[in-house]
């Protein structure tokens, strides 16, 4: 077997969870402040387009989410298989494995680049956005959309990094196209007088930039998960698994993103300054999130892994470690996010009714976050296994159906926006529960010991 990053099947598991999960979460947190500066820098440097200009990057938020989820859910599949082959020493599988996730990640980035192209203007026409918004809204995702191949491609080649237990590399990718991207918006926005166009081009081109910064390592690597051109050829069986596990998880996100596009809907018809509110809130509290999701990741990969060696005590282990380290690590960051918040919303839109409004914001969603760290992470053990779909289907109906009944039935009787924010405590609340009674059922350390 060749020379790989992290032994994840011996030794301590409370540091190794820490060194895999930070930098996952600092490549989560970098892409959002990156993504950021598209607001902040159309919010500050548009005249007198800025509100609108933030409220049109924002009502994008949920599409984008859904694309990404989509993906992302799909590439953890490539993670998985990875991962499991790591541990049964099946150097085969993770060659077939490698290659066959890059070529799907380009194939579907682009069949999904046509398709969003094809029916993008109807669906927001859907979500209510306002006739000043609505055009800079459309630009914005029309040109986000042609980069979708190069964006997929990132995502799972960061995958591929991930099962090993390398996780700087992506971060580092990230960084370089990072910084690209906020010079890029700079020079758009401030030299050549472009708006929402000018982020959405400078995003497109830093996430072709990360891409293939890691197409290029994963090239001239010497792990195992080396890319070769003599191998690269598309493996249908494999591809068969990566989808298995990876589609439900994809699905999963992607419908969770549909419940939030019916969210933005309800937030789109109180008017511009909500939604404004509302976005600059949004891309604060998804550091927290970014935190969380990197010891999922990490509960899923380490798993895998010691699931493929047999060893499902140390399974279990990496699940309780998860949840502890998680729920240590995004208490302080609410904290600090908490005390500095009318600050920190304040350098996306300065109107104190914006920074007021999404203030209330960051206190609801902030109080949910105790559940969704909770499912967040036994999803993660339970991919870890192979079980992708069972997680998929509860939090389909703990988090989808739960926030649409609560904005078709509940908001229209007290239209405000605290009233849209509670859907969100009472739909992760209900998702932990279901995910911890799947949990007891499946048992899979006691089901897979054989």
């Not at 990496?318 to 949840?323: H, K, N, V």
């Not at 509860?394 to 904005?407: N, Q, S």
């Not at 009472?426 to 059922?441: C, D, E, Q, R, W």
Request: proline content about 3%; charged content about 10%; some cysteine.
């Amino acid at each position: 077997m060749a020379k790989q990053k992290m032994d994840m099947l011996h030794g301590s598991l409370w540091d190794k969870l820490i060194l895999y999960a930070f930098p996952v979460a600092a490549t989560g947190i970098l892409e959002q402040l990156f993504n950021a500066s598209d607001l902040a820098i159309v919010g500050n440097f548009t005249g007198d387009a800025k509100t609108v200009c933030v409220a049109a990057v924002g009502a994008n938020s949920p599409i984008v989410g859904l694309l990404l989820n989509l993906f992302i859910g799909i590439a953890l599949g490539a993670n998985v298989i990875i991962a499991n082959a790591i541990g049964q020493k099946d150097e085969a599988t993770i060659h077939k494995a490698v290659h066959t996730s890059i070529i799907m990640s380009i194939l579907g980035g682009a069949l999904i680049a046509l398709i969003g192209e094809i029916f993008i203007g109807s669906l927001m026409h859907l979500m209510n956005i306002p006739d000043a918004v609505f055009p800079y809204a459309l630009t914005y995702i029309r040109i986000y959309l042609l980069g979708m191949p190069v964006i997929c491609l990132y995502n799972f080649e960061a995958a591929i990094f991930r099962s090993i237990g390398e996780t700087k590399i992506p971060l580092q990718a990230l960084a370089i196209s990072g910084v690209l991207n906020v010079a890029l918006n700079l020079v758009f926005v401030i030299v050549f007088k472009m708006t929402v166009n000018g982020v959405a081009i400078a995003t497109v081109l830093s996430n072709a930039i990360s891409a293939i910064v890691l197409f290029r390592r994963l090239c001239r690597t010497d792990h195992v998960i080396r890319i070769k051109r003599t191998e690269f050829k598309f493996d249908a069986g494999v591809a068969g698994r990566i989808l298995r596990i990876g589609l439900p998880a994809g699905i999963q996100g992607a419908v969770f993103a549909v419940a939030n596009i019916v969210i933005q809907s309800a937030i789109n018809s109180l008017g511009t300054i909500v939604m404004a509110a509302s976005s600059a809130a949004l891309n604060i509290e998804i550091i927290v999130y970014d935190i969380m999701n990197s010891f999922s990741q990490a509960c899923t990969t380490f798993t895998g892994q010691n699931y493929g060696a047999g060893d499902l005590k140390r399974c279990k282990k990496s699940l309780y470690l998860c949840i502890i380290e998680a729920a240590i690590a995004c208490a302080v960051s609410i904290m600090l996010i908490l005390f500095f918040g009318k600050s920190l919303l304040a350098l996306f839109n300065s109107d104190p009714r914006v920074v007021e409004i999404g203030y209330t914001r960051l206190l609801i969603i902030f109080s949910a976050y105790t559940f969704s760290m909770l499912y967040e992470n036994m999803s993660g053990y339970l991919r870890g296994f192979g079980l992708s779909l069972v997680p998929a289907i509860l939090t389909v109906f703990g988090v989808c159906v739960v926030r649409l009944v609560w904005i078709y039935t509940v908001f229209p009787a007290h239209q405000n926006f605290t009233t849209i924010m509670l859907v969100y405590p009472l739909s992760l609340a209900t998702t932990a529960v279901l995910i911890f009674i799947a949990l007891m059922v499946y048992r899979p350390s006691k089901r897979y010991q054989k």
